[in-house]
């Protein structure tokens, strides 16, 4: 069988699947490294001339789902082409650090943001209009625990490829979930300076190198701190992950404020009148009191006439920025929401981190500049010089100032989040956090900016006010409202049970990213394939995936993962596979089999989805004896033989032990079988006769259809699963002993049909001419040589027409190899004997089995007095088969055992088997030389003679069965028939005599003629 390379293995599948493609689906169009990306944008707005509806267009119609199963299937087939490649290219050169999973980790991630893009292209619309609820309801809520999730039902679906706007923020999810582990992996395994750009890094840690003094500025601490304290610098790379997430699947900012321009009543561009409605009140009050300065709230009569339009509460009378606080008076209603959403659109900017400068600019448009200006002096996002001791000292002030303000509260919870994220301070911004990532981003904010006011007071003391190092006066609180920093790992699983959060926390996504942050991907992995053993064995016992015998600790919280879930058991897979290739320590057993159940998952999904060409890949990243299991269970489906040849070359490819592969296949197919109630009795008898029933001559009958057609899935399994050893080279003996297994399997669980078809697609001569090529040089039909030196007479022949042409040493050496293939010849039909004889007796049996079936059609015959001659052609017919198939099982069937326990089995199998076929046998013989011809009764004498003789085997057998009594009955009744017998295939006549002489003439008696 030609092997065949990797690429081509790849270029074949492509093509093999390029009729199937649908040249306008979104996703097809889609390279694995290069592609336009305006291209997505355009696919659908392009315009296109009329045409015909196609063949392509009705399967379309008439099959719905098509479009996303072909879509799914692309994805999947990119996945595991860029896992092939990009190993094949990191199996040439060792790297450091994560550099060699990098580039994969990135084409994991295009396939993800390509799939985002062309779903949004469908479901923007739907997205924006949820987000606006989301918006919405933000504003409306103080309390702001409402969820951002959809209430089922207002998804909205495209019915041309079946997907909803779910799928969209699925796929965002994993685009954040690659996202997040390149950079997880870029901390922990950071990639040399020099091949960053090779590579593909996203993040650059500052440098130790440079030197910080006094005279450094703010910036060059923050650099320098996150230089030295490896902790700061993990959460700082979370923190930014998360502002990037916020960013790409938020609304966007100038949809935000369009949400705010129409719930604040004013119109669009109304924003820089400011508190619009408030103001009109205090010049309404200035002009009617004509009062020249400013009010004041203890300004005469002004509590009972600057109220509120519901006039319900006292307006501030001026409009400074801290009026609201400083006076304790209100805004007018619209004023209040315009304050709020202000404060709301601030949020959301330090929330996605965006820089001061477009905050600022932000801010500038709306003539509110000065909330730019409060949000300035996080030093993450310092342009300026600010090195002086007293821009040092202001800077730190500061932070804590804006702690203060997030603890004192301002005039919105959104106003105190803002402060809470610059200074730290943790509480606030827990109170406006609605999910997953905001609490996550609030603690580990907190933690990362408390982290490095300790590292500037460890450091730089003299750079500190006396005031915050001693926590003198109003500074004299914790940034963390009492609680203590905590590690990601701690933060990660205390959101599994806020009442907020507990349930997104056990989201699978949630799940996966929140194992990489807090450095327990390997527990996720044990816990979960635990799980998915739990689930795959909830409704009976899986054949995929074993039931594991460790428990999870009690209270220990999984996602609800399972078989189904294809998407995540393909992205856990994948990254199972990145960190193999770094090295990463999973544990031991039974860590290793629960991770190894989320590979096994996957593959059997690929199998279910037609991608049997990719399991090799998958299964090759298993252990040895899992690789063989895996494969083991999925072979057996594939039945074409071209998708067979296809998958050797494959196991072969990726270094799987074809053989190790099947005999476990085997051996798993007959465990999993069901065992027999009696298990004591391993053979019982065959059941070919009717019970007690007896025809005209007092033989009993054959039943009709005593094999059938019906067959267990288990032994359809075995029959598919043996195919495959015709694929593998050489492996006689072993070929032979899986063979007799089946078949000793099938005996014991009566699956004759299924033994029959094995009997009937892979024969002795089928197997003989596939391996004898590899064994003997060339391919031979062993099953067609009575003995060893037929072809060796050939060769002989041939010796001696070409003597004259070769020298005595030519001739010494095709002598000895002659006698070498003659041996071989020998050995080889001695290791496939057993294999022969269950093979000959099924032959026996299917050929008992089609000559019922005729011998019942004569009665129809008979009853509708037609010409019977074609009938009882066909009954000569099946009865030469019986007659030529009976014979091997008449002499010395199944009696060449390698093992005392063989002999043993063999035994019973002979006990089992031959007095009920012999005796089917007598009655095919009765039955037939009633129409055929009386000379077939001869035959019913040589089986007498063989029962008869001395040590005979089959005799015994009789015997050890108890059926001697019946066999004794039957060749009376045979007798009788001979005795009676007259030739009713002729009009009369003598017997023909046999080849030794037998005749039936001997039982003739005739009277003496009355003239004698």
């Known amino acids: 069988m030609p092997q065949m390379s990797r690429e081509e293995s790849w270029n074949s599948l492509h093509h093999s699947e390029a009729s199937g493609d649908n040249a306008d689906d979104g996703y097809s169009d889609v390279s694995m490294e290069d592609q336009d990306e305006s291209d997505h944008g355009n696919e659908r707005s392009a315009t296109v001339s009329p045409t015909f509806p196609t063949i392509s267009d009705a399967h379309r119609a008439l099959h719905p789902l098509q479009a996303t199963a072909d879509r799914v299937g692309k994805q999947v087939e990119r996945f595991a082409e860029n896992l092939d490649r990009l190993s094949i290219k990191n199996q040439r050169k060792a790297q450091k650090g994560c550099l060699h999973v990098l580039p994969l980790i990135n084409a994991y991630k295009k396939i993800a943001s390509d799939t985002v893009r062309h779903l949004e292209t469908m479901h923007a619309p739907e997205r924006r209009k949820e987000l606006s609820k989301t918006t919405r309801r933000r504003l409306r809520s103080s309390s702001g625990r409402s969820t951002t999730r959809p209430a089922h039902g207002e998804d909205s679906r495209d019915q041309d490829v079946m997907t909803t706007v779910e799928d969209l923020k699925r796929w965002e999810e994993e685009e954040q979930t690659w996202d997040l582990l390149s950079l997880i992996l870029q901390v922990h395994f950071p990639v040399p300076q020099s091949e960053r750009s090779k590579a593909g890094a996203d993040i650059v840690r500052p440098s130790k190198t440079s030197e910080v003094h006094r005279y450094s500025s703010e910036k060059d601490v923050w650099d320098s701190f996150l230089a030295s304290d490896d902790e700061a610098w993990e959460r700082n790379t979370v923190v930014q992950w998360l502002q990037s997430c916020a960013d790409r699947s938020g609304q966007d900012i100038e949809q935000v404020v369009e949400e705010l321009e129409s719930g604040a009543d004013r119109g669009s561009g109304l924003w820089a009148h400011s508190w619009l409605f408030t103001k009109e009140a205090i010049k309404g009050q200035k002009r009617l009191r004509s009062?020249?300065?400013?009010?004041?709230?203890?300004?005469?009569?002004?509590?009972?006439?600057?109220?509120?339009?519901?006039?319900?509460?006292?307006?501030?009378?001026?409009?400074?920025?801290?009026?609201?606080?400083?006076?304790?008076?209100?805004?007018?209603?619209?004023?209040?929401?315009?304050?709020?959403?202000?404060?709301?659109?601030?949020?959301?900017?330090?929330?996605?981190?965006?820089?001061?400068?477009?905050?600022?600019?932000?801010?500038?448009?709306?003539?509110?500049?000065?909330?730019?200006?409060?949000?300035?002096?996080?030093?993450?996002?310092?342009?300026?010089?600010?090195?002086?001791?007293?821009?040092?000292?202001?800077?730190?002030?500061?932070?804590?100032?804006?702690?203060?303000?997030?603890?004192?509260?301002?005039?919105?919870?959104?106003?105190?989040?803002?402060?809470?994220?610059?200074?730290?301070?943790?509480?606030?911004?827990?109170?406006?956090?609605?999910?997953?990532d905001d609490y996550l981003f609030a603690q580990y904010n907190s933690d990362l900016l408390h982290s490095f006011d300790s590292y500037v007071k460890s450091n730089f003391a003299d750079r500190?006010?006396?005031?915050?190092?001693?926590?003198?006066?109003?500074?004299?609180?914790?940034?963390?409202?009492?609680?203590?920093?905590?590690?990601?790992?701690?933060?990660?699983?205390?959101?599994?049970?806020?009442?907020?959060?507990?349930?997104?926390?056990?989201?699978?996504?949630?799940?996966?990213?929140?194992?990489?942050?807090?450095?327990?991907?390997?527990?996720?992995?044990?816990?979960?394939?635990?799980?998915?053993?739990?689930?795959?064995?909830?409704?009976?016992?899986?054949?995929?995936?074993?039931?594991?015998?460790?428990?999870?600790?009690?209270?220990?919280?999984?996602?609800?993962?399972?078989?189904?879930?294809?998407?995540?058991?393909?992205?856990?897979?994948?990254?199972?596979?990145?960190?193999?290739?770094?090295?990463?320590?999973?544990?031991?057993?039974?860590?290793?089999?629960?991770?190894?159940?989320?590979?096994?998952?996957?593959?059997?999904?690929?199998?279910?989805?037609?991608?049997?060409?990719?399991?090799?890949?998958?299964?090759?990243?298993?252990?040895?004896?899992?690789?063989?299991?895996?494969?083991?269970?999925?072979?057996?489906?594939?039945?074409?033989?071209?998708?067979?040849?296809?998958?050797?070359?494959?196991?072969?490819?990726?270094?799987?032990?074809?053989?190790?592969?099947?005999?476990?296949?085997?051996?798993?197919?007959?465990?999993?079988?069901?065992?027999?109630?009696?298990?004591?009795?391993?053979?019982?008898?065959?059941?070919?006769?009717?019970?007690?029933?007896?025809?005209?001559?007092?033989?009993?009958?054959?039943?009709?259809?005593?094999?059938?057609?019906?067959?267990?899935?288990?032994?359809?399994?075995?029959?598919?699963?043996?195919?495959?050893?015709?694929?593998?080279?050489?492996?006689?003996?072993?070929?032979?002993?899986?063979?007799?297994?089946?078949?000793?399997?099938?005996?014991?669980?009566?699956?004759?049909?299924?033994?029959?078809?094995?009997?009937?697609?892979?024969?002795?001569?089928?197997?003989?001419?596939a391996k004898t090529n590899s064994i003997l040089g060339r391919s031979l039909d062993l099953s067609k040589s009575k003995d060893a030196g037929d072809d060796e007479a050939e060769s002989g022949r041939t010796t001696r027409n070409t003597r004259s042409h070769l020298s005595s040493s030519q001739r010494r050496r095709r002598s000895s190899s002659a006698r070498r293939v003659r041996s071989e010849r020998e050995l080889l039909l001695d290791d496939g004997d057993t294999f022969r004889a269950f093979e000959n007796l099924f032959a026996a049996l299917s050929a008992l089995e089609e000559w019922k079936g005729v011998a019942d059609e004569g009665q129809k015959y008979l009853e509708k007095r037609q010409d019977i001659r074609p009938w009882k052609d066909a009954l000569q017919n099946a009865y030469d088969k019986v007659d030529a198939t009976m014979e091997p099982l008449l002499h010395d069937w199944l009696q060449k055992p390698e093992t005392d326990a063989d002999a043993e089995e063999f035994k019973e199998i002979r006990v089992a088997g031959l007095p009920e076929v012999v005796l089917a046998y007598n009655t095919v013989l009765d039955f037939s030389s009633r129409y055929l011809s009386r000379d077939l009764l001869l035959k019913s004498m040589d089986i007498a003679s063989l029962i008869a003789a001395e040590n005979s085997e089959l005799a015994a057998c009789f015997v050890a069965a108890d059926r001697m009594p019946e066999l004794v009955d039957s060749f009376a009744y045979l007798s009788k028939s001979i005795i009676q017998a007259e030739d009713r295939g002729a009009k009369g006549g003598k017997s023909k005599k046999k080849r030794n002489g037998e005749t039936l003439d001997l039982w003739t008696v005739r009277a003496p003629s009355s003239q004698a």
């Not at 509590?303 to 006039?311: G, H, M, P, R, V």
């Not at 989201?507 to 044990?526: E, T, V």
């Not at 298990?679 to 039943?703: H, V």
Request: proline fraction near 3%.
């Open 464 to 769: 500190v006010p006396t005031a915050l190092m001693n926590k003198q006066g109003s500074f004299n609180f914790s940034a963390f409202g009492g609680q203590n920093i905590q590690s990601g790992k701690d933060i990660v699983e205390k959101m599994k049970h806020f009442k907020a959060t507990k349930e997104e926390a056990r989201d699978p996504f949630k799940m996966l990213q929140g194992s990489l942050i807090g450095k327990s991907f390997a527990d996720f992995l044990f816990t979960h394939g635990v799980r998915l053993a739990q689930t795959a064995n909830a409704k009976g016992k899986s054949k995929i995936i074993p039931l594991m015998s460790v428990n999870i600790s009690e209270g220990y919280v999984t996602a609800p993962i399972s078989m189904d879930d294809h998407d995540f058991l393909r992205i856990i897979t994948h990254i199972i596979f990145i960190f193999q290739d770094l090295g990463f320590d999973f544990g031991k057993e039974p860590r290793i089999q629960a991770m190894e159940n989320i590979i096994v998952a996957y593959v059997d999904y690929l199998s279910k989805a037609g991608k049997q060409q990719l399991l090799p890949l998958y299964a090759s990243r298993l252990s040895r004896a899992r690789s063989w299991s895996c494969l083991g269970r999925q072979l057996p489906f594939i039945q074409e033989h071209r998708e067979r040849e296809t998958l050797t070359q494959l196991m072969k490819q990726y270094d799987i032990n074809v053989y190790g592969v099947l005999s476990t296949q085997m051996q798993m197919i007959i465990r999993d079988a069901v065992p027999k109630k009696d298990a004591s009795i391993r053979y019982t008898k065959l059941r070919i006769l009717e019970d007690n029933r007896l025809d005209a001559m007092g033989l009993r009958p054959i039943k009709a259809d005593f094999i059938g057609k019906l067959m267990a899935d288990d032994q359809q399994d075995l029959v598919h699963g043996f195919e495959w050893y015709l694929l593998l080279d050489g492996h006689w003996e072993e070929t032979m002993t899986a063979g007799v297994a089946v078949y000793k399997f099938l005996v014991r669980s009566h699956g004759l049909a299924a033994a029959r078809m094995l009997s009937q697609t892979v024969t002795f001569s089928d197997i003989s001419l």
């Open 291 to 436: 009062w020249p300065k400013a009010l004041e709230p203890n300004d005469p009569g002004l509590d009972a006439s600057l109220l509120n339009s519901e006039k319900t509460k006292a307006l501030v009378t001026q409009l400074d920025p801290d009026a609201i606080t400083r006076q304790k008076r209100v805004l007018e209603k619209q004023d209040h929401y315009f304050e709020r959403a202000m404060w709301l659109a601030c949020w959301e900017m330090v929330r996605r981190g965006k820089d001061w400068d477009y905050v600022r600019e932000w801010c500038q448009e709306r003539v509110e500049g000065w909330r730019a200006t409060a949000m300035r002096g996080d030093p993450r996002t310092i342009l300026y010089n600010t090195s002086s001791a007293t821009s040092w000292q202001s800077r730190v002030l500061w932070r804590q100032t804006c702690a203060l303000a997030a603890k004192e509260g301002g005039i919105d919870e959104y106003e105190n989040a803002v402060y809470g994220v610059l200074s730290g301070y943790l509480p606030s911004v827990l109170k406006v956090s609605r999910c997953w």
